[in-house]
């Protein structure tokens, strides 16, 4: 006989199911619910509640908290809830269903072996085919862990995917695709020399949330930007879900790659969530109150507006969606130990409930000044689905921002387009245009050529354009507009002059992205030139389309050393790593300017030519006195070759320290203990090449 537990009114906060000594206390929030019911299960995929527990409105409730304490209840117990409520979607936009089983919105863990989104997405009970939520104990043993201490000035940022990261079959991990097999490649990890991961939402999402016909195909949501328990970690990505292992699981993790110093910067989807449109499935929020969570529509309540592309927008600005956010950033940060977040489609947190942008959004600077948060790393994909575009702009000051301008403009300089090396030098030196008139700092630019979305680098110097066929979309889905040069022939070729010339293409973005002021922004794989086929929309590929290809760390062993060297070169240079931005003024204790800027000939950087594809400067150390080297730089992305004039330096010589245009066994790098003085006073530069030069 099934144990039935005692119960008693218990407390409003906090919120979500805490465990105490002697149980655990229950509290979830909904305004306009009639009634509630709690349902308790004793695993994962049994179909039946072993407690059905019904919350008086005289005793169980306070304002607007539904709460009980449930005695002697053991960690471990899986639950649901059941909300009645007003049905009336077109006049108020709630969508009660009394039969319909609910996520808790708080919820530490999750389980989704059950789950059926399409049974969700219709009237009546799910139970059988819905998520659940586990009382779990959440005390662990962080050894002294803390989040980890970086100047942001020094990141190199990495993006990658936890579970793509490791599927692949030569990748030599225990259990692919986990928390835990990414502890298996920190040393890989540490060996590049990157200091953050970035990694793609990690948040439970739901993978069955893509369009029917890329359903049809067995394909799935891969990403991860449909979040539904943004306190719980992915179930998939866990070794033993089923037990319930989701935070001890991700917080090894954490303490790992901070014993290996590097740090962790969560992805976040706080824009919408994986309940999408109209006709979306109830999972949690949209059967609590969807007319607090969601932007609805004026005239139709039944209608979510969409500033997303997603179905539904986040109503981030109301004041019980804005705590919810900021307690959940808090508690990824004290409990988990997160260095930081990427906000995704951040600039749909900076609409109105109305939809109207607002000039100071509480929810982003109750972020940005939250004492909690206040070590932490935020940036902001600053931009939503919309045409809200506020790179340079986005509310707050200590938010860095995916610099698309950036993207955009050294993607087209690289590929050989004329008359740009003004912006260039604007882009390189860490968007002074966009930033400092509003006293923000290079940091505030996160530099990057390839994400995630898009093309990665070996497919931006192989693909003119994007070949999405196997997503089922009949390749509508993905950018169109990927400034891309396929360097002769499209896609896969035997030419081995094409091939040379796409090898120096991936090295030449890769060179000039860790050569800029700002902060640099890599894409897993880009450094041993994975590729995807010319897909440019990789969302629901989870297969060796997307994947990591471990077999690539030899066969483009070149490449990957090249970038080490890039990366470290950077990591001996405090000077491209400044914290305020150049000025052309001279440096303290010497006679040159912190820049100097040049084209073909010294000191005649040629700003008005409509034809011109070169651009050079000479940048000084920031401290003569630790012996840092001076650089001069040069990037020659026309197809002309250039004997080019070296700057004379007092008391310095000049040692060659990049040249993409050489195929030596470190791909065009050269380490400073094999590097030799340049004897001349001019140096030869082949076409489409990136020169980097050490002055001692």
């Excluded at 537990?5 to 409003?12: A, H, I, L, V």
């Excluded at 200091?195 to 999402?205: D, G, K, Q, R, T």
Aim: a negative charge.
């Amino acid at each position: 006989m099934k144990k039935t537990f005692k119960t008693s009114p218990g407390s409003p906060y906090p919120l979500g199911a805490k465990l105490k000594l002697d149980g655990a206390n229950f509290s979830i929030f909904s305004r306009h619910a009639t009634s509630v019911e709690l349902l308790l299960y004793d695993s994962t995929d049994s179909l039946e509640p072993i407690q059905v527990i019904y919350l008086e409105n005289e005793i169980n409730k306070t304002f607007y908290s539904w709460h009980v304490h449930i005695h002697e209840l053991p960690a471990g117990t899986w639950y649901t809830w059941r909300m009645d409520g007003p049905n009336c979607p077109s006049e108020n936009g709630l969508r009660f269903d009394k039969e319909k089983h609910l996520l808790d919105p708080l919820a530490r863990v999750v389980s989704d072996n059950l789950w059926d989104r399409s049974k969700a997405c219709l009237p009546g009970d799910n139970g059988h085919t819905a998520m659940r939520s586990l009382v779990v104990d959440e005390n662990y043993d962080w050894e002294g862990d803390t989040p980890y201490s970086f100047k942001s000035e020094n990141a190199i940022i990495y993006e990658l995917h936890v579970g793509g990261f490791t599927r692949d079959k030569l990748s030599g991990v225990k259990n692919p695709g986990t928390f835990s097999a990414l502890i298996e490649k920190i040393p890989y990890l540490k060996a590049l020399g990157i200091s953050h991961v970035e990694l793609m939402p990690v948040m439970a999402f739901d993978e069955q949330d893509i369009p029917p016909g890329t359903a049809a195909l067995g394909l799935k949501n891969y990403w991860g930007y449909s979040t539904h328990s943004f306190f719980s970690p992915h179930p998939r990505y866990c070794v033993t879900p089923e037990k319930g292992t989701h935070l001890e699981e991700f917080r090894d993790l954490v303490k790992a790659l901070h014993q290996a110093e590097i740090g962790v910067i969560m992805d976040v989807v706080f824009n919408h969530t994986s309940e999408a449109g109209s006709d979306g499935p109830v999972i949690n929020f949209r059967g609590i109150g969807s007319s607090i969570f969601y932007h609805l529509d004026a005239n139709d309540k039944s209608k979510f507006r969409d500033y997303t592309g997603c179905g539904n927008t986040v109503n981030a600005n109301h004041p019980v969606v804005a705590n919810f956010i900021i307690s959940c950033l808090e508690f990824w940060v004290r409990e988990m130990h997160i260095d930081g977040f990427r906000f995704d489609l951040a600039s749909a947190l900076a609409r109105g409930q109305n939809g109207e942008v607002l000039q100071d959004p509480p929810i982003l600077w109750g972020i940005e000044l939250s004492e909690q948060l206040a070590k932490t790393k935020l940036i902001a994909e600053a931009w939503d689905a919309a045409g809200l575009y506020q790179v340079g702009s986005f509310p707050g000051y200590r938010w860095g921002e995916w610099n698309g301008k950036y993207r955009d403009i050294m993607r087209r300089f690289i590929r050989g387009d004329k008359g740009l090396t003004a912006e260039v030098a604007t882009r390189l030196c860490a968007s002074s245009d966009l930033y400092k008139k509003q006293d923000r700092l290079p940091i505030n630019s996160i530099n990057f050529i390839t994400c995630h979305d898009g093309f990665t680098l070996n497919d931006l110097v192989s693909y003119h354009h994007k070949h999405n066929l196997a997503n089922g979309e009949d390749n509508r889905d993905g950018c169109n507009n990927n400034i891309s040069y396929n360097c002769g022939a499209e896609g896969e070729t035997d030419d081995v002059n094409i091939l040379e010339l796409r090898k120096r293409q991936a090295k030449n973005s890769i060179a000039i992205l860790l050569l800029s002021q700002g902060v640099p922004m890599l894409l897993s794989g880009d450094e041993v030139l994975n590729t995807q086929n010319g897909n440019n929309n990789g969302y629901c590929q989870d297969n060796e389309l997307t994947w990591f290809d471990w077999s690539l760390t030899k066969k483009n062993s070149n490449m990957l050393l090249f970038v080490q060297q890039m990366i470290a070169l950077r990591k001996r240079h405090p000077s491209l790593m400044r914290r305020r931005f150049l000025t052309g003024e001279c440096v303290p204790g010497r006679h040159i300017p912190d820049i100097q800027w040049h084209g073909i000939n010294l000191g005649a950087p040629q700003w008005l030519d409509p034809e011109s594809q070169v651009l050079a400067f000479t940048l000084a150390a920031v401290d003569n006195e630790d012996d840092e080297a001076d650089l001069h730089v040069i990037f020659n992305m026309s197809g002309n070759e250039f004997n080019m004039q070296i700057p004379i330096v007092e008391n310095r010589k000049w040692y060659l320290a990049i040249n993409t245009s050489l195929s030596s066994t470190q791909g065009g790098a050269v380490k400073p203990e094999q590097q030799t003085p340049i004897g001349d006073h001019n140096y030869f530069v082949q076409a489409k090449s990136v020169v980097v030069l050490e002055g001692r």
